[in-house]
């Protein structure tokens, strides 16, 4: 079985884009789209619109824990989400994404710019045409996400915090762009999903 991030070995905003590219290099996460075990089950877990993990209906406080579980976590074809591991494939509920941004690096400007996301469980993505951002097509409600892994279109996706949002609206207006978009590792996100 792969192994989960490593922690993260200083504070996330004095890291710089070279040691965050080295981390993201060293992530291995296990194949869980190559297991089909035939036992199924629930798991009796939500993951709570804010980010939040429970079990039967008590919070999981134990960070370790959680992040090991988002190892194992997959979007099913038809939009739910299991844990699955090479045994067995168990239902968890999520309300909304299953991670959330909660820090965001900028590096570089315009086409050169690069943005990576700490998550709640620690792991980084870097955002980009493997892991691109969304906003929705609707500029008065926007719903910022970043594809995390699995099939884009049909993956896990995180919830980019509304600061952060905030700061790319920021960014994307300052260079004036029309209409107003984001640059991120080589890759053009606009503000509105078209």
Request: proline share 9%; hydrophobic share 40%; net charge negative.
């Amino acid at each position: 079985m792969a192994t989960p991030a490593p922690s993260l070995p200083k504070d996330f905003s004095q890291l710089s884009l070279t040691e965050a590219a080295e981390l993201l290099a060293a992530r291995k996460l296990p194949p869980v789209d190559q297991w089909h075990p035939e036992r199924e089950g629930d798991s009796f877990m939500e993951i709570r619109a804010d980010g939040s993990w429970f079990h039967e209906g008590g919070r999981i406080n134990r960070p370790a824990m959680v992040k090991l579980f988002s190892t194992i976590l997959r979007r099913e074809p038809d939009g739910s989400h299991v844990l699955v591991t090479p045994a067995e494939k168990l239902n968890i509920v999520v309300e909304d994404t299953p991670f959330r941004a909660v820090e965001m690096k900028s590096e570089g400007e315009g086409e050169a710019r690069k943005l990576v996301f700490r998550l709640d469980t620690d792991d980084l993505v870097m955002a980009g045409p493997d892991h691109p951002l969304s906003f929705g097509s609707d500029a008065d409600n926007p719903v910022p996400r970043l594809h995390v892994r699995g099939t884009i279109g049909n993956g896990l996706e995180a919830r980019i915090d509304r600061a952060l949002y905030y700061e790319i609206v920021d960014t994307a207006l300052a260079e004036g762009t029309e209409p107003p978009a984001i640059w991120t590792n080589g890759a053009r996100f606009p503000l509105v999903d078209g």
